[in-house]
Every structure is written in C-alpha cells, then in structure tokens.
T-cell receptor, first 112, second 113 residues
Framework: SQTIHQWPATLVQPVGSPLSLECTVE??????LYWYRQAAGRGLQLLFY??????ISSEVPQNLSASRPQDRQFILSSKKLLLSDSGFYLC???????????FGEGSWLTVV | GEDVEQSLFLSVREGDSSVINCTYT??????LYWYKQEPGAGLQLLTY?????DMKQDQRLTVLLNKKDKHLSLRIADTQTGDSAIYFC?????????????FGAGTRLFVKA
C-alpha cells in the first residue's frame, strides 16, 4: 500500500533562518506531488505541485521554493524565513489525472 | 483563477442533520471532494464525486452536485459530537503544469450535545 511521510512534524525557527521540509511517498511510481499551507484560521493554500522530477509549478509567489530531486521525494525550502511563513504545511500525492489526493500528517512551523 | 468558497462556521445540535455548502468557479472541474480535518491532524478524505454525477451517498454522508450552478453540498445525517471538525471542499482539474487540486477555506462544524 502507498504511504506518505513528511518531517519534521514540528519545528520552531527564528526569522531569517533557512527551512527544509521533506516528504517522501512509498508504494507508487511517478506520483503528482504537492505542498499546501494552512495558516492559522485560514484554509488550505496550494503552494507548489509537481508532475515529475524537476518539474515544479508555483502557485503563489513567495520566499519559498520546492524541489523534486527524486521521483518520490519533494522538498520545501526557504533561504530566509519570515514571520508570515508560520503555519501548517501539508505534503500530498496523487496518481494520474483527476484521482484522489492523499495527505501526509503535516508539519507545524512556527517562526519566531 | 480558480476559486472554491464555503462558509466558515456551522453549528448544529447532536442528532440533527448538518449541511455544508460549497461553490466553485472552474467549469472544467473533473472531481469534487470533501475532506475532514480534526484538530492538529492532517486531512482525511471523506468522499468524492465525479463531475458527471448528481448525488452520491455513503452511510451518513450524502453529496449533492449542481454542476449548472457549480454548487456542492455535504449532508451529514444524525450528526455526532465526533463529527466536530473542519470540512474542506475541493475541486480538481488539469492545470497548465499538470494536475492540481484547489481547496476552499474550510467550514468549522460545531456539534452541541
């Protein structure tokens, strides 16, 4: 069966520090991969999605970036965090077009 | 761009039915979903419906789709306190870079005992 892992689960980072959130999917090949953010009191916001290695689409201009170095690995990064980057980050995957999207457990980021 | 809208709050009494509504703008949506998020947890898929369907029933859940009006609803029969959570409506379509899903802001359901 397919599983998705993302880490770390929680982190507290100072303003201006770098960020790296990692996500891996197991049990499937060539998945579509996504990074979403849920800010406090707000809904989900699609940040990035990827249909293949090295193919990244950015939905919202910001100081975050994403990379897909391997088929089932998706990384969310920042060189310098802002206070407004605080939130709950969710990695997700799907296969094919129009199929269900499955989420990881999420990573809580607090920028102080 | 694509947009999904839903009311932010809904309060019901235990045992009553809950109806959560959602509207979307993308007429090319292929699938529409309802997800549930409990406090501090990730999202859990509740149910989904193909865009060529009008209704789908799954135990206590009934999904109604009005494609003409781009309106989706989720009805929870016999609502229980364990149903208290945030419910997200979502729609999927094929974007310029591939397949993507857009979510609404979520409706927080409060169930009063």
């Amino acid at each position: 069966s397919q599983t998705i892992h993302q880490w770390p689960a929680t982190l507290v980072q100072p303003v201006g520090s770098p960020l790296s959130l990692e996500c891996t999917v197991e049990g499937t090949s060539n998945p579509n991969l996504y990074w979403y953010r849920q800010a406090a009191g707000r809904g989900l916001q699609l940040l990035f999605y990827s249909v293949g290695i090295g193919q990244i689409s950015s939905e919202v201009p910001q100081n975050l970036s994403a990379s897909r170095p391997q088929d089932r690995q998706f990384i969310l990064s920042s060189k310098k965090l802002l206070l407004s980057d605080s939130g709950f980050y969710l990695c997700a995957w799907s296969v094919g077009q129009g199929n269900t999207i499955y989420f990881g457990e999420g990573s809580w980021l607090t920028v102080v | 761009g694509e947009d999904v809208e839903q009311s932010l709050f809904l309060s019901v009494r235990e045992g009553d039915s809950s109806v959560i509504n959602c509207t979307y703008t993308d007429s090319s949506s292929t699938y529409l979903y309802w997800y549930k998020q409990e406090p501090g947890a990730g999202l859990q898929l509740l149910t989904y419906i193909f865009s060529n369907m009008d209704m789908k029933q799954d135990q206590r859940l009934t999904v109604l789709l009005n494609k003409k009006d781009k309106h989706l609803s989720l009805r929870i029969a016999d609502t229980q306190t364990g149903d208290s959570a945030i419910y997200f409506c979502a729609e999927s379509n094929v974007g310029t870079g591939g397949f993507k899903t857009i979510f609404g802001a979520g409706t927080r359901l409060f169930v009063k005992a």
